[in-house]
């Protein structure tokens, strides 16, 4: 008999168990973190990558019109490249920006690899941007 009502103890409390709500917010907010927090860092190097591009384009504009419009400041090829490096905001080298007079007037353009590397995986891209200022 004993063991018959031992039983029924051990069902009784897996039946209180499975009705016992105590920590399902824990467990749900785990379930959901991780999602949520891959989305928030995809969410914030989308905009880490729009930045940088922008700066680029910003900067081989700019250093476009400067070798057009002040040759003093921008009169070679080495000074138009330290001119867009500086005037991107964004630190890039001024070896990734390169200079050449071409049909269209002074042209500079650039190339900026970036590597992002989001949990579980990892890869390369190459930004890059062209303005040309007629001379």
């Given at each position: ?8 103890r ?9 009705r ?10 785990a ?9 928030v ?24 019109r ?33 200079f ?36």
């Amino acid at each position: 008999m004993k063991r018959i009502s031992g039983l029924f103890r051990f069902a009784a409390r897996r039946v209180d168990l499975v009705r016992d709500q105590n920590g399902n917010a824990a467990i749900e907010m785990a379930l959901l973190a991780t999602p949520l927090f891959l989305f928030v860092f995809a969410i914030v190097n989308a905009g880490r990558v729009m930045w940088l591009q922008n700066a680029l384009e910003t900067s081989v504009a700019q250093a476009a019109r400067c070798a057009t419009a002040n040759p003093s400041l921008c009169g070679t090829a080495s000074q138009i490249k330290a001119y867009a490096a500086g005037q991107s905001g964004a630190g890039f080298s001024d070896a990734i920006f390169s200079f050449a007079q071409t049909g269209c007037g002074n042209q500079v353009s650039a190339t900026y690899p970036l590597s992002l590397t989001p949990p579980f995986r990892s890869f390369s891209l190459s930004l890059t941007a062209r303005a040309c200022y007629p001379n």
